[in-house]
């Protein structure tokens, strides 16, 4: 009798998973023998799992922890199943799809990494799987030998280390691959950054002030352009005084050792006893200090932050004004290095805006853009604008470049972002950058009548996004179609003057239209929603 007694076989052991907070996921453990086989679930701490006495387990994910699991029999056999580890982590959007079957499902790539020689390379990947997913590392399309964690280390990088790097994952259900990462490796004296934030602010439509016409393009050229180095940038047009200082106060909580941090501004402004005032959309007829923004204020608190670099760039007038009034109390700025001041104009002088290929600028900003791309030496790009504008027939006498700077290294807003790992002060700004930049998404609206619409969105800056409206099929219902957009609450639109809704327009189809829409609409000013949209939708 007792040679008719079959050990204890396990035949599918439960596999380890790596799955997001809260999910639930069976660990499922299949074995042969004699009679019937009972089962009991095992924590890593070796306590019993309540309720885990069936060969599967179900076990919503809370923290990860290893599970085992022991088979015995009526004859008091027994045998355990291999360890198996529940990875969880905690994503605020993991964006699983609804159907997912374990399959690898990547929700962190490696990021582009600037690193300087000698230094430690880091390149990240994280994968959802069940089973968890294998990892292989490559360079340059070939396989990186012993590189098969989800995390990518080489202590002392090297010039041979660059190059562009992927991750292949895989399980028994699928094989995916993460997106390109390319590795830059300078010199270990090669000035870099540790992240590049820009806050461009354009006013042109004043309450109680003539209006001016260029800073829009300006703001938006400029941009662009400062994106191209890498910059993450935010672009405002037309804020109250209360709004640029809730700017500026979120442009400050970017800034950190190392950070390069440039400030614009497009505007009216004055010069008072050495300092300079940014005037507000909302400033009253002789405004006041109190009714504009102190630039050596904000200085003052880039400084503080201790950047890496720190910019302020002001295509606006220095006239004196109103020299009755009090100038700010602020305390003196400190004998910090690496500060630059780029003055469209000379104290006590105006600056000019002028028509050039049919659109507004600035005549500062204008020759700024045409250079600012070059990898010089920061006040060396000044200097090339100064010369540019001194050449200029349209202002000489008028107006004269002015630079003022404590650079003591030869820094270049060319410099490479240097990144070795995602800290919480990057991350933090990761968070601000978005929320000031993401946009809703793309919606397809079926009507009753069968017309599908589709509304699009496009940023021409931080606080002006455009609503496109396309009929992708008009059905078998309807004839003839014409659809409008409108939102609710309703948006003023800051360019609806003949003038500068033609370039804007321009600027639209030109740069960010891929197909003509039907229709758009413009909705500015949107730092002024207490909540989002409540509405956006077509009207046929």
């Given at each position: 009798?007792?040679?008719?007694?079959?050990?204890?076989?396990?035949?599918?052991?439960?596999?380890?998973?790596?799955?997001?907070?809260?999910?639930?996921?069976?660990?499922?453990?299949?074995?042969?023998?004699?009679?019937?086989?009972?089962?009991?679930?095992?924590?890593?701490?070796?306590?019993?799992?309540?309720?885990?006495?069936?060969?599967?387990?179900?076990?919503?994910?809370?923290?990860?922890?290893?599970?085992?699991?022991?088979?015995?029999?009526?004859?008091?056999?027994?045998?355990?199943?291999?360890?198996?580890?529940?990875?969880?982590?905690?994503?605020?959007?993991?964006?699983?799809?609804?159907?997912?079957?374990?399959?690898?499902?990547?929700?962190?790539?490696?990021?582009?990494?600037?690193?300087?020689?000698?230094?430690?390379?880091?390149?990240?990947?994280?994968?959802?799987?069940?089973?968890?997913?294998?990892?292989?590392?490559?360079?340059?399309?070939?396989?990186?030998?012993?590189?098969?964690?989800?995390?990518?280390?080489?202590?002392?990088?090297?010039?041979?280390?660059?190059?562009?790097?992927?991750?292949?994952?895989?399980?028994?259900?699928?094989?995916?691959?993460?997106?390109?990462?390319?590795?830059?490796?300078?010199?270990?004296?090669?000035?870099?950054?540790?992240?590049?934030?820009?806050?461009?602010?354009?006013?042109?439509?004043?309450?109680?002030?003539?209006?001016?016409?260029?800073?829009?393009?300006?703001?938006?050229?400029?941009?662009?352009?400062?994106?191209?180095?890498?910059?993450?940038?935010?672009?405002?047009?037309?804020?109250?005084?209360?709004?640029?200082?809730?700017?500026?106060?979120?442009?400050?909580?970017?800034?950190?050792?190392?950070?390069?941090?440039?400030?614009?501004?497009?505007?009216?402004?004055?010069?008072?006893?050495?300092?300079?005032?940014?005037?507000?959309i909302d400033a009253p007829q002789r405004y006041r200090p109190e009714n504009c923004v102190c630039v050596q204020r904000v200085?003052?608190?880039?400084?503080?932050?201790?950047?890496?670099?720190?910019?302020?760039?002001?295509?606006?007038?220095?006239?004196?004004?109103?020299?009755?009034?009090?100038?700010?109390?602020?305390?003196?700025?400190?004998?910090?290095?690496?500060?630059?001041?780029?003055?469209?104009?000379?104290?006590?002088?105006?600056?000019?805006?002028?028509?050039?290929?049919?659109?507004?600028?600035?005549?500062?900003?204008?020759?700024?853009?045409?250079?600012?791309?070059?990898?010089?030496?920061?006040?060396?790009?000044?200097?090339?604008?100064?010369?540019?504008?001194?050449?200029?027939?349209?202002?000489?006498?008028?107006?004269?470049?002015?630079?003022?700077?404590?650079?003591?290294?030869?820094?270049?807003?060319?410099?490479?972002?240097?990144?070795?790992?995602?800290?919480?002060?990057l991350h933090l700004r990761d968070a601000c950058w978005r929320q000031a930049n993401e946009l809703p998404r793309q919606k397809?609206?079926?009507f009753t009548c069968g017309v599908e619409v589709e509304v699009s969105f496009s940023a021409l800056f931080s606080n002006v996004?455009?609503?496109?409206?396309?009929?992708?099929?008009?059905?078998?219902?309807?004839?003839?179609?014409?659809?409008?957009?409108?939102?609710?609450?309703?948006?003023?639109?800051?360019?609806?003057?003949?003038?500068?809704?033609?370039?804007?327009?321009?600027?639209?189809?030109?740069?960010?239209?891929?197909?003509?829409?039907?229709?758009?609409?413009?909705?500015?000013?949107?730092?002024?929603?207490?909540?989002?949209?409540?509405?956006?939708?077509?009207?046929?």
């Open positions: 009798m007792k040679n008719m007694i079959r050990d204890i076989v396990i035949v599918q052991h439960p596999v380890s998973v790596y799955v997001p907070l809260n999910y639930k996921v069976t660990l499922s453990v299949r074995a042969e023998g004699t009679g019937i086989l009972n089962y009991q679930w095992f924590k890593s701490s070796k306590e019993e799992v309540f309720g885990g006495t069936r060969a599967d387990l179900i076990v919503t994910a809370q923290r990860s922890q290893l599970y085992i699991c022991r088979v015995n029999d009526q004859f008091c056999n027994c045998v355990f199943s291999e360890w198996v580890k529940v990875k969880v982590l905690d994503i605020s959007n993991p964006g699983l799809p609804v159907a997912w079957r374990g399959e690898p499902h990547i929700v962190v790539h490696p990021a582009p990494q600037t690193v300087r020689q000698g230094e430690r390379l880091t390149l990240s990947c994280t994968a959802f799987g069940i089973p968890t997913p294998h990892y292989q590392w490559y360079r340059n399309g070939h396989p990186l030998l012993g590189k098969t964690t989800d995390t990518l280390q080489i202590e002392n990088a090297e010039a041979d280390h660059r190059g562009t790097y992927l991750c292949y994952v895989s399980n028994v259900q699928e094989e995916r691959w993460t997106e390109a990462a390319d590795v830059e490796i300078v010199p270990s004296n090669q000035l870099t950054a540790t992240d590049k934030v820009a806050l461009l602010i354009g006013n042109l439509n004043y309450s109680h002030h003539p209006d001016l016409m260029a800073p829009a393009m300006d703001v938006h050229e400029l941009a662009n352009l400062l994106q191209q180095l890498g910059f993450r940038v935010v672009s405002l047009l037309d804020l109250t005084r209360e709004e640029m200082l809730a700017a500026i106060d979120k442009f400050l909580l970017l800034l950190d050792r190392g950070v390069y941090a440039l400030f614009y501004y497009a505007g009216h402004g004055y010069e008072r006893l050495g300092r300079n005032y940014l005037v507000a200085m003052l608190k880039m400084q503080e932050r201790r950047s890496g670099l720190n910019v302020v760039l002001l295509d606006t007038c220095r006239t004196w004004y109103n020299q009755d009034c009090i100038a700010s109390e602020i305390r003196p700025l400190v004998p910090m290095g690496n500060t630059v001041y780029g003055y469209a104009t000379c104290e006590n002088a105006e600056a000019y805006e002028v028509q050039d290929g049919g659109k507004s600028t600035g005549i500062f900003t204008k020759y700024l853009n045409k250079h600012i791309l070059q990898p010089e030496k920061v006040t060396h790009i000044l200097e090339l604008v100064s010369e540019d504008l001194g050449r200029d027939p349209f202002v000489t006498g008028k107006q004269a470049v002015e630079i003022k700077h404590t650079l003591k290294e030869p820094r270049s807003l060319t410099d490479p972002v240097r990144t070795t790992g995602h800290t919480g002060e397809l609206l079926i996004m455009v609503a496109f409206g396309t009929v992708k099929t008009t059905g078998s219902r309807a004839q003839d179609c014409t659809i409008t957009l409108r939102s609710t609450p309703a948006m003023e639109d800051i360019f609806s003057s003949p003038g500068r809704s033609g370039e804007m327009d321009s600027l639209l189809l030109n740069n960010l239209v891929a197909e003509k829409p039907d229709c758009s609409l413009r909705l500015c000013g949107l730092q002024k929603l207490q909540v989002g949209l409540l509405r956006l939708g077509p009207h046929i």
